[in-house]
């Protein structure tokens, strides 16, 4: 991969970031998908400069990685919450129809 490839592979990865972080996961979804074949062409033989960009797209990945998982707890302990309220709302509707 040539550095001009990988410093646009690390251009996307901060793009996907800045998604991330406006809880925008469909638009990091797809600049992931333009972003994985720059990444999957890496060769094993790197320059230093060329490790360090790759180190640095590793370090942001754990961090987008970090917002996904905040997230996704947000989003389940949102749904739990429904569910308790649709719960207790069936509930309140059953015992009105028992009196």
């Known amino acids: ?3 001009e490839s990988l410093a646009h592979a690390f251009e996307l990865t901060m793009e996907i970031k800045a998604a991330a972080i406006a809880h925008d996961w ?3 979804s797809s600049l992931a ?3 994985s ?3 999957m062409a890496l060769s094993p033989a790197q320059t230093p400069d060329g490790l360090v960009t790759i180190r640095a797209i590793q370090t942001v990945d754990a961090t987008i990685a970090e917002y996904f998982k905040s997230e ?4 389940a302990n949102q749904l739990r919450d429904s569910m308790k309220r649709i719960e207790a709302a069936s509930f309140y509707q ?3 129809k028992i009196r």
């Open 1 to 3: 991969m040539s550095d």
């Open 26 to 28: 469909l638009r990091a």
């Open 33 to 35: 998908e333009a972003r």
């Open 37 to 39: 074949p720059l990444l």
């Open 72 to 75: 996704q707890d947000t989003l």
């Open 94 to 96: 059953m015992t009105g």
